[in-house]
């Protein structure tokens, strides 16, 4: 599995030395980023700066969340690996530590993720996980898009591996993700339906609305061939990959009606690293179109990030931190109160295709933000190590 992602790299060395490099800092942060006391991991380390630089990283919160989806990365190192990351457990045996404490869960994403852990990891309380969602999914209630696609992604691994039939449950689960897209357009929209999302932007969605949907529809096909979903899940990567920036970056906020950027930036470490190449190895594994040109470009703009890049070609700050066991969260404006998204947000809601090309001057993307999070690493190692099941 490793093999043929990382080979999706061997005519480029340098590439595909970097997305070892990446690994190796994943499976060297995660553990700091681990608490023992309470079993869980943070919600945060942020960079803490002086004059000479980042000193050290402070940690905060925690995450369920970030949890489960360091869980579904790790499972894909070999055991005596997996246990330096959960203090002692396999990742098999730490979803099963969520499968506990779901019953204080309350949020749809957090226990839909904590389902997907336990199918991949092959947990037996596979079935009580599964109930826990079935209970926070109340049929006909609006969701966010990307909760419901970790809701589909999570029953698609559980199938087969429980004696409960959850074909029912997973036509359902498809059919809203697909009947959530407005008209034509091939990108998804924030949320399911409308309830959740103010009118004034309920045009705009992410990055993240898009890949996790492809994903889910992409697997879904896998497991059983559904041509409908291989198709929106082959559209939707489509669009997002003729909108990428010329430096490979995946742009973060987009008008789901029309299939237009709305707002570029902040460009996240986690879409070029881990989130997009995750999505597009599974659409292409599944059967959809091979997206490896732009997997490359955005991971290529982890060294080269144009937007902070001097005169002499380097990054004024390198967003990959070895020594810390970090990558740098994002690029970003650094606009007081994200003031460029929500003057765009407004503007296209009325003209999809204004850019108010001044405010790219006057709120350049030089700022840094200096913190990274759990998940971003546990997808990491998700996206590279993964693949089809044998």
């Not at 396999?90 to 979803?95: Q, V």
């Not at 109340?138 to 589909?152: D, F, N, S």
């Not at 899940?233 to 489509?238: E, F, M, W």
Request: proline share 7%.
């Amino acid at each position: 599995m490793t093999a043929s992602r990382l080979a999706s790299l061997a005519h480029d060395e340098p590439l595909q030395a970097l997305a070892r490099r990446l690994l190796e800092l994943a499976e060297a942060g995660l553990p700091a980023m681990y608490l023992p006391e309470e079993e869980t991991f943070l919600f945060t380390r942020v960079g803490t700066v002086s004059p000479e630089g980042v000193r050290g990283l402070a940690s905060r919160g925690t995450s369920t969340r970030y949890a489960a989806i360091t869980a579904l990365g790790a499972r894909f190192l070999p055991q005596e690996r997996q246990r330096t990351l959960f203090g002692g457990r396999t990742a098999e045996e730490f979803a099963g530590l969520l499968v506990q404490r779901l019953p204080g869960v309350s949020d749809l994403g957090d226990a839909a993720l904590i389902a997907w852990a336990a199918a991949e990891t092959g947990h037996a309380k596979l079935s009580d996980a599964l109930d826990r969602v079935a209970a926070l999914d109340a049929p006909g209630t609006p969701r966010y898009t990307v909760e419901a696609a970790w809701v589909l992604s999570a029953l698609v691994a559980a199938r087969g591996a429980v004696d409960v039939d959850v074909e029912e449950r997973i036509t359902a689960a498809r059919d809203r993700l697909l009947a959530a897209r407005a008209g034509d357009s091939p990108l998804f929209p924030h949320a399911t339906a409308p309830g959740l999302v103010p009118g004034y932007r309920s045009h705009v969605a992410c990055f993240a609305d898009q890949t996790y949907p492809l994903q889910a529809l992409a697997r879904l096909h896998a497991s059983r061939d559904d041509p409908r979903a291989l198709a929106a899940a082959d559209a939707c990567a489509a669009r997002i990959c003729a909108l990428q920036g010329d430096g490979g970056q995946w742009w973060w906020h987009y008008d789901a009606r029309h299939g237009t950027v709305v707002e570029g930036y902040p460009v996240y470490s986690v879409h070029q690293h881990a989130m997009a190449p995750s999505a597009l190895f599974d659409l292409a594994e599944a059967g959809g179109t091979d997206f490896g040109p732009q997997i490359r470009r955005g991971l290529r703009w982890m060294t080269e990030v144009p937007e902070i890049t001097g005169p002499g070609g380097a990054p004024r700050e390198p967003v990959i931190r070895d020594e810390l066991g970090v990558t740098w969260r994002k690029v970003h404006r650094g606009d007081p109160k994200k003031a460029v998204r929500a003057v765009r947000g407004l503007t296209t809601r009325v003209a999809p295709h204004a850019r108010l090309a001044p405010l790219d001057r006057l709120l350049p993307p030089l700022a840094v933000d200096r913190e990274c999070r759990p998940y971003e690493l546990g997808w990491l190692l998700f996206a590279w190590l993964g693949g089809p099941r044998g």
